[in-house]
């Protein structure tokens, strides 16, 4: 999006300082047959309830292989919002692998990876789903995200909300002021909601859903990602 000098200036003006929070899977220890896993999630997640799994695909290149079924998966056990396991039985000198952490039951509701060369590669590479405000006019706020590749945001329903003065930690509960589906069909880009009375000195936040768009009533428990900033 192209923008004039004035509008550069307004945006300066009127986006505070934002305060993100992600979903983010890592590995450690790695061995020949073992990748042990840690993630962490945000504040308000109930990851049991919630159906929340780790997935983990045989895969040749970091991406997210749509349409191929997981090797393996892990049901999220306990409600922490911080945990971990392992998956054994692999083969790690010979193969590489994607771990896949899924706010919800289904591959498709993965945001955040971590992909694990075969021994003697690169290190472990990480990537953590991510969603930004970019832009404000009157009546109308811009936004930019971030899934890992393979993702296809239309195609899994995913959606971004929007809220007048809630912490991240409220949005799978409290329904959202604004929302809307994500059209896009690649795992980075952009998109806008209409129609809101922006408040000087209230406090907005985005949230970023894996999944779950309906017309009404969307499914909540499917935070990825979310920032929150200060409207002056």
Not at 22 to 41: A, C, G, K, M, N
């Amino acid at each position: 999006m192209v923008h004039d000098n004035a509008l550069s200036e307004q945006l300066q003006a009127g986006i505070g300082d934002q305060i993100l929070t992600t979903t983010h899977l890592s590995v450690h220890d790695v061995t020949d047959d073992r990748i042990p896993f840690e993630y962490r999630t945000i504040r308000g997640n109930k990851p049991e309830k919630y159906d929340n799994t780790v997935f983990v695909w045989q895969v040749s290149q970091p991406a997210i292989p749509c349409g191929t079924p997981p090797l393996k998966e892990w049901d999220v056990r306990g409600d922490s919002e911080n945990g971990g396991s392992v998956f054994d039985g692999l083969d790690v000198v010979h193969n590489s692998y994607l771990l896949g952490y899924a706010v919800g039951p289904d591959p498709k509701n993965a945001c955040a990876v971590v992909f694990v060369p075969a021994k003697g590669g690169s290190d472990p590479l990480v990537v953590s789903p991510m969603v930004t405000m970019t832009w404000c006019l009157p009546k109308r706020v811009y936004f930019d995200y971030v899934l890992p590749v393979g993702s296809r945001p239309d195609e899994d329903r995913d959606w971004v909300g929007f809220w007048k003065d809630q912490i991240s930690a409220n949005l799978y509960v409290a329904p959202p002021d604004w929302f809307v589906p994500v059209r896009s069909h690649e795992a980075k880009g952009d998109g806008f909601l209409d129609n809101i009375p922006l408040e000087q000195g209230h406090f907005y936040t985005l949230g970023y859903f894996k999944g779950g768009h309906r017309d009404y009533n969307p499914i909540q428990t499917t935070l990825a990602c979310a920032t929150t900033m200060r409207y002056w």
